[in-house]
């Protein structure tokens, strides 16, 4: 989703596949892009500088959240790596603290992870507040019917993320996090949901809009959203 750089076409052809389908679950994942507290821009302070404030991050997710939470019957927030930037680019790191101008919140994130021994992403984001939510960490096995669905940025054995290995060790999977939709037998990476020309992308891309829909029977169908459409009128 990457919600403070969603594409809002991408967006609205999304929300209006999930009311005319009407899957028993929504599984979303990298909500939070964590634009505004990424390690990866470290030192990079004239960079930062036209980055989001963190809280204005945070309201943005929130508003994208609720609105998949108002379309769906049961949404799941799937852990992934964008989640940790919070571990990553705020808590373990007092030059964030600075950047955000937010050192409270910084530890009353840190205080929810010690007390509570859940991910702080919870808390940011007040996910416990939306009734037809439920998260999932990435220490959780989840399934819908065969499949096996995670976020996909853990690779099997903690190695470097594969699909292609994936699709060899589980026969139904399903993943997000690699942007490029892909179909390999029953494995299937989903597309993405934001912008697709970020500034770090250089060359040629094969990012596109596009949502994996599990059946019944495990079954996998990849839907793209082409030119802001993912069904002809």
């Given at each position: 989703?990457?919600?403070?750089?969603?594409?809002?076409?991408?967006?609205a052809?999304?929300?209006?596949?999930?009311?005319?389908?009407?899957?028993?679950?929504?599984?979303?994942?990298?909500?939070?892009?964590?634009?505004?507290?990424?390690?990866?821009?470290?030192?990079?302070?004239?960079?930062?500088?036209?980055?989001?404030?963190?809280?204005?991050?945070?309201?943005?997710?929130?508003?994208?959240?609720?609105?998949?939470?108002?379309?769906?019957?049961?949404?799941?927030?799937?852990?992934s790596?964008?989640?940790?930037?919070?571990?990553?680019?705020?808590?373990?790191?007092?030059?964030?603290?600075?950047?955000?101008?937010?050192?409270?919140?910084?530890?009353?994130?840190?205080?929810?992870?010690?007390?509570?021994?859940?991910?702080?992403?919870?808390?940011?984001?007040?996910?416990?507040?939306?009734?037809?939510?439920?998260y999932v960490?990435?220490?959780?096995?989840?399934?819908?019917?065969?499949?096996?669905?995670?976020?996909?940025?853990?690779?099997?054995?903690?190695?470097?993320?594969?699909?292609?290995?994936?699709?060899?060790?589980f026969?139904?999977?399903?993943?997000?996090?690699?942007?490029?939709?892909?179909?390999?037998?029953?494995?299937?990476?989903?597309?993405?949901?934001?912008?697709?020309?970020?500034?770090?992308?250089?060359?040629?891309?094969?990012?596109?809009?596009?949502?994996?829909?599990?059946?019944?029977?495990?079954?996998?169908?990849?839907?793209?959203?082409?030119?802001?459409?993912?069904?002809r009128?």
């Amino acid at each position: 989703i990457h919600a403070i750089h969603v594409d809002p076409l991408t967006l609205a052809a999304t929300l209006d596949m999930i009311q005319k389908l009407k899957p028993r679950q929504v599984i979303l994942n990298d909500v939070f892009d964590g634009a505004s507290v990424n390690h990866h821009e470290k030192g990079r302070d004239a960079d930062l500088a036209f980055f989001p404030q963190l809280e204005d991050e945070v309201e943005i997710t929130k508003k994208v959240i609720q609105q998949f939470c108002e379309v769906s019957e049961e949404v799941v927030y799937m852990a992934s790596n964008h989640c940790d930037f919070i571990l990553k680019g705020l808590l373990d790191d007092p030059g964030m603290w600075r950047v955000n101008r937010n050192y409270i919140l910084a530890l009353e994130l840190q205080l929810f992870r010690l007390r509570e021994h859940r991910h702080p992403i919870i808390k940011l984001l007040g996910l416990d507040d939306f009734p037809n939510l439920r998260y999932v960490s990435d220490r959780e096995k989840f399934y819908v019917g065969d499949v096996y669905t995670t976020h996909g940025h853990i690779g099997i054995n903690g190695a470097r993320p594969n699909l292609t290995r994936a699709a060899e060790v589980f026969n139904d999977y399903s993943q997000a996090h690699g942007h490029s939709p892909t179909v390999i037998h029953n494995t299937t990476m989903c597309g993405v949901t934001g912008i697709r020309n970020p500034r770090y992308v250089k060359g040629a891309s094969s990012w596109l809009g596009a949502n994996n829909v599990i059946q019944p029977d495990s079954s996998q169908q990849m839907l793209s959203i082409i030119n802001d459409e993912w069904q002809r009128a």
